[in-house]
């Protein structure tokens, strides 16, 4: 059993007999308080997609709930609803677009390393690759020698995105981002 402080994001986790998947934690380190930080973790039941945000202590004991992770691929939107294939058994998973909001600002038809996570055989989420390739939709136009400074501009990407972008990458490029951090890091 993991403490409060060792649960990541993307994990799931078993509270008051439900599994709840946890999307994003904030970690805090109240002030004149013998003791260890806060985890401020919100949470979606894997089953009614719930919303539930609630705080543990870094010492607090969770259980921690079965996770598949299995490669898939984007598929198509179909109004709310985004499907992906499984790429070893053809399988497809249905994800709502709440449930993958933040995700789909890196994703198109050729992201190559996407994983849907399963728990009790229902995909509750994506989990992205460290770095994907997009391209870029709109930016000011490249400056000549602007790879010489380290000033930056904004670049809308195809997937609505928008990165900060070395001067010279100009409209129609396509380049790396890093998910966690959404910066740009080179061209592809």
Same mark, same amino acid.
């Given at each position: ?27 805090? +380190? ?88 399963? +728990? ?41 995105? +928008? ?26």
């Amino acid at each position: 059993m993991p403490k409060a402080s060792e649960i990541k994001k993307n994990q799931a986790i078993e509270y008051e007999g439900r599994v709840y998947f946890v999307k994003d934690i904030e970690r805090s +380190v109240p002030q004149g308080r013998a003791g260890g930080s806060l985890y401020r973790m919100r949470m979606y039941d894997v089953v009614t997609n719930q919303k539930l945000d609630e705080t543990f202590k870094d010492s607090d004991m969770l259980n921690q709930a079965d996770l598949v992770r299995r490669p898939a691929t984007f598929s198509y939107a179909d109004g709310d609803e985004y499907v992906f294939m499984d790429s070893e058994d053809f399988t497809q998973y249905m994800l709502n677009r709440e449930a993958i909001e933040d995700e789909l600002l890196f994703i198109n038809e050729d992201t190559q390393g996407l994983m849907v996570i399963l +728990v009790s055989d229902a995909p509750v989420a994506l989990d992205l690759p460290p770095t994907v390739e997009l391209q870029i939709e709109e930016t000011d136009p490249s400056v000549k020698g602007g790879s010489a400074t380290a000033r930056t501009k904004p670049a809308r990407l195809t997937t609505g995105l +928008v990165v900060q972008v070395p001067e010279h990458i100009s409209t129609g490029d396509r380049i790396k981002i890093n998910v966690e951090e959404r910066k740009f890091l080179s061209r592809a």
